[in-house]
């Protein structure tokens, strides 16, 4: 039995040859292809039939306070950079105002949030595919796992483009440091610092990886061979990133309306609870022995890339730093949300952000090569494969039996004439006066603007 060629080699190698089972021929990796790709065909059909039906026409929680600068009653300036939450959104924002403004319709975001993580999971494919040197049936575990309809607010609200956008750039910013190679690493340091200025204007998810691309491409100036022009050039545009993080925090506020932080180890157990979603709402089910599972994993990972820190040292530094990003986030969510109520960590819109975790695992699996890149993938694909029906059939039940009859009989009310007083009461009566008010005026606004069904909306009470 030989060692795989990646565990001690000197020069670049561009795919693992795995030793255990003879190579495929080129029949079976077609084969393999077709079907990974009906694999991908079998969630891509199901989410745009779910996208259809639920997509929200409705503003949804957040975008209630974002209508005055979608109909360009508020200017959009300074609404790219104000705080949501702990976030900062410049990009996303920009993204999703220019969509509404294209399509007059806010369900465009819903559609292109689809089909972005759509393609971050064929692209995943493809990129396990070349470092594998072929394909795999495990592979399949990325659109199981992306685009199953459990994600419940990421397909049905607009604005859930900000986790896809996080998402797709982390991912992409996974593949620069996986494909990295002799000869290639000052292409893949400019690389990595444009993925990494993009995730800054993510929010704090964004920062965390953005943090992480900044150190990985300083550690590459230092390490990797180059001249010293090169060097200093990327050490330069590295330097951008600690200024972006403090012009971040220059007038940040805690939002006022959550709770203080419930302690560590609150905060550690809301983080694994939303670390979960990254395999659905079915791992619900099988809470705590999820949590203990996700941490197993997460050190066994970190042992086998500090392991190869000789063999493969710009890898496995740069898949360290994506690990201990993944982590942040993880821990970020449940520090952030640990006052709320005790299960906070289980909101399904945390599948996206949570997912890059696990991407890290899988192909540090890959790159460790031998049976370690066999059982890992198929381990994590097994679990993909059960848990997908149940994350499938949740989604689609959730937003039939609460999702639809609650929008359903909102757009009755609004063609029978109802004001938007009467609307907000009968609706949102939890709400404090504030934000009822806010409600009540976005739903002035867009009767004003005709848009869709709204100007049906009834006239103001006497």
């Not at 009653?73 to 976030?87: Q, T």
């Not at 465009?108 to 470092?131: E, H, K, N, Y």
């Not at 620069?176 to 690493?185: D, E, F, K, L, S």
């Not at 890149?373 to 039939?400: C, H, I, R």
């Amino acid at each position: 039995m030989t060692d795989n060629p990646l565990r001690g080699s000197v020069g670049p190698v561009n795919a693992i040859q795995l030793p255990y089972g003879p190579p495929l021929r080129p029949t079976s990796a077609a084969g393999i292809r077709v079907l990974l790709f009906a694999v991908w065909l079998a969630m891509f059909v199901p989410g745009l039939m779910y996208v259809g039906r639920y997509a929200l026409v409705t503003p949804y929680v957040d975008e209630w306070g974002f209508v005055p600068v979608l109909f360009g009653e508020r200017p959009a300036g300074p609404w790219l950079w104000e705080l949501h939450n702990e976030h900062r959104f410049p990009l996303p924002r920009l993204l999703y105002l220019g969509l509404f403004r294209l399509s007059g319709d806010l369900r465009t975001g819903c559609w292109v949030s689809f089909l972005g993580i759509s393609l971050v999971a064929a692209g995943l494919m493809r990129l396990a595919r070349s470092v594998r040197g072929r394909p795999h049936i495990a592979d399949a575990v990325f659109p199981l796992l992306l685009m199953q309809t459990g994600q419940g607010e990421n397909l049905y609200m607009g604005y859930q483009m900000v986790f896809m956008l996080t998402a797709a750039l982390a991912a992409a910013l996974l593949a620069v440091i996986v494909q990295t190679a002799g000869g290639n690493q000052f292409r893949r340091g400019l690389q990595a610092t444009i993925l990494g200025w993009l995730l800054l204007t993510c929010g704090a998810a964004g920062l965390a990886y953005g943090a992480a691309a900044a150190a990985w491409v300083v550690y590459l100036a230092v390490r990797a061979p180059m001249s010293g022009r090169r060097r200093i050039a990327l050490l330069s545009l590295a330097a951008a990133t600690p200024l972006y993080v403090a012009l971040y925090f220059q007038g940040y506020v805690r939002p006022s309306h959550h709770p203080p932080s419930a302690g560590l180890y609150e905060s550690a157990r809301i983080g694994l609870q939303a670390q979960a979603m990254a395999l659905g709402p079915a791992a619900t089910g099988i809470w705590p022995v999820i949590a203990v599972l996700i941490v197993l994993v997460g050190l066994i990972v970190a042992a086998l890339l500090a392991l190869r820190l000789r063999s493969d040292q710009l890898r496995a530094v740069g898949l360290l730093l994506f690990l201990a990003a993944a982590a942040a986030v993880t821990f970020g969510i449940g520090w952030g949300r640990s006052g709320f109520h005790a299960d906070m960590g289980f909101a399904w819109r945390y599948g996206w952000v949570t997912a890059p975790a696990v991407w890290v695992a899988y192909f540090t699996w890959l790159l460790w090569g031998g049976r370690v890149s066999v059982y890992g993938p198929v381990g994590l694909l097994v679990t993909a494969a059960v848990v997908a029906p149940v994350n499938t059939v949740s989604g689609f039940l959730d937003a039939e039996n609460r999702v639809r009859p609650t929008e359903a009989a909102w757009e009755s009310d609004v063609r029978a004439g109802m004001s938007a007083a009467e609307l907000v009461r009968k609706y949102h009566p939890e709400y404090g006066p504030g934000a009822q008010t806010k409600m009540v005026e976005a739903l002035r606004l867009m009767r004003a603007h005709r848009y869709l069904y709204y100007e049906s909306l009834g006239a103001e009470e006497s």
